[in-house]
């Protein structure tokens, strides 16, 4: 292919063409159908931590985005674009990372997640200086990704006494799911800005957004599905899911997960994924539960940048 140039990102305007190369080659990506999420997250806020890169008509080859509420490092690009694409995106990524240090989006350490079995990544990403975290004793860590066919039996689960499941109420809940996610996952990652997006993205269905609500009215679980028109076959995405602390062994994470499932496959979806780090022992269970099957393995590597 020609000569790469790099460009501004323009915000909301670049974002179909930086999920339509996603669509691509959807194998090379753990986060297809749940895409429209990670392009919500506020760190698009900064636009000096997203690059892309055009031919010269202007056709998008590559973009990455410096995921701050992950700390990881996104990216996509072309399949038929030059192999030294890939090392340009990683050199680009290593010298913003250490500009955005001291700052609001800084983090001493960044991730990249690459699929097991992906040499001719994993061989820039180790001449990078990036190294992976499948073994390195106590603190270890890798992802697995997930897969159930749709037409599996979903289970049916008893709500504990009083609780229901439904959509998210709109604009309106949006701060109430923001504390949830945030006592769920222990960050204050999430913000109102970000969740509020989500609900303006184009693939973005409000029946796959679910909740499930205590007797006092209190938000206790979330699971939130994505659908993808765009793949063959359809798919569908679990991200994220989570319960309450002082709601878990309540069985609310199998009830309202299979009611996301149920849900998917109402739409026609055939496939259905989800992302997980395979230190998580209780979710793994959760998932392995509902029929989903390990399809690959994911190695974190890591770089480490100095301190933010």
Not at 164 to 171: K, M, N, Q, V, W
Not at 249 to 254: D, N, P, W
Not at 263 to 267: G, I, M
Not at 297 to 306: A, M
């Given at each position: 292919?020609?000569?790469?140039?790099?460009?501004?990102?323009?915000?909301?305007?670049?974002?179909?063409?930086?999920?339509?190369?996603?669509?691509?080659?959807?194998?090379?990506?753990?986060?297809?159908?749940?895409?429209?999420?990670r392009?919500?997250?506020?760190?698009?806020?900064?636009?000096?931590?997203?690059?892309?890169?055009?031919?010269?008509?202007?056709?998008?080859l590559?973009?990455?985005?410096?995921?701050?509420?992950?700390?990881?490092?996104?990216?996509?690009?072309?399949?038929?674009a030059?192999?030294?694409?890939?090392?340009?995106?990683l050199?680009?990524?290593?010298?913003?990372?250490?500009?955005?240090?001291?700052?609001?989006s800084?983090?001493?350490?960044?991730?990249?997640?690459?699929?097991?079995?992906?040499?001719d990544?994993?061989?820039?990403?180790?001449?990078?200086?990036?190294?992976?975290?499948?073994?390195?004793?106590?603190?270890?860590?890798?992802?697995?990704?997930?897969?159930?066919?749709?037409?599996?039996?979903?289970?049916?689960?008893?709500?504990?006494?009083?609780?229901?499941?439904?959509?998210?109420?709109?604009?309106?809940?949006v701060?109430?799911?923001?504390?949830?996610?945030?006592?769920?996952?222990?960050?204050?990652?999430?913000?109102?800005?970000?969740?509020?997006?989500?609900?303006?993205?184009?693939q973005?269905?409000?029946?796959?957004?679910?909740?499930?609500?205590?007797?006092?009215?209190?938000?206790?679980?979330?699971?939130?599905?994505?659908?993808?028109?765009?793949?063959?076959?359809?798919?569908?995405?679990v991200?994220?899911?989570?319960?309450?602390?002082?709601?878990r062994?309540?069985?609310?994470?199998?009830a309202?997960?299979s009611?996301?499932?149920r849900?998917?496959?109402?739409?026609g979806?055939?496939?259905?994924?989800?992302?997980?780090?395979?230190?998580?022992?209780?979710?793994?269970?959760?998932y392995?539960?509902?029929?989903?099957?390990?399809?690959?393995?994911?190695?974190?590597?890591?770089?480490?940048?100095?301190?933010?």
């Open positions: 292919m020609s000569k790469t140039i790099r460009r501004a990102f323009s915000g909301e305007a670049d974002m179909p063409a930086m999920a339509a190369l996603v669509h691509r080659r959807p194998a090379d990506n753990p986060h297809v159908a749940d895409l429209p999420w392009l919500s997250s506020w760190a698009l806020d900064y636009p000096d931590n997203v690059g892309l890169w055009v031919d010269a008509s202007g056709q998008l590559a973009w990455t985005v410096l995921q701050t509420p992950f700390w990881t490092i996104d990216y996509a690009f072309h399949p038929d030059d192999k030294g694409l890939h090392r340009q995106i050199t680009w990524a290593d010298d913003r990372a250490r500009r955005t240090l001291g700052t609001a800084g983090h001493p350490s960044w991730y990249v997640n690459v699929f097991a079995g992906e040499t990544r994993i061989r820039d990403l180790e001449q990078a200086g990036f190294a992976s975290q499948a073994n390195i004793g106590e603190d270890s860590w890798s992802k697995v990704l997930m897969r159930r066919p749709a037409e599996t039996p979903v289970a049916d689960y008893a709500l504990p006494a009083g609780v229901t499941i439904r959509p998210l109420a709109g604009e309106g809940e701060s109430a799911y923001v504390d949830l996610q945030r006592a769920v996952f222990e960050t204050e990652n999430m913000t109102v800005g970000w969740r509020s997006r989500t609900l303006c993205q184009p973005y269905i409000a029946d796959l957004d679910l909740v499930a609500v205590a007797p006092d009215g209190s938000l206790v679980a979330f699971c939130i599905c994505w659908l993808d028109k765009d793949t063959d076959p359809i798919s569908g995405q991200e994220p899911l989570g319960v309450h602390p002082n709601w062994k309540s069985g609310l994470g199998r309202i997960l009611e996301g499932l849900r998917l496959r109402l739409l979806v055939s496939q259905i994924s989800v992302e997980t780090d395979n230190f998580r022992g209780a979710a793994l269970d959760l392995e539960s509902a029929g989903f099957r390990v399809v690959r393995d994911i190695l974190v590597y890591r770089k480490d940048h100095g301190d933010a």
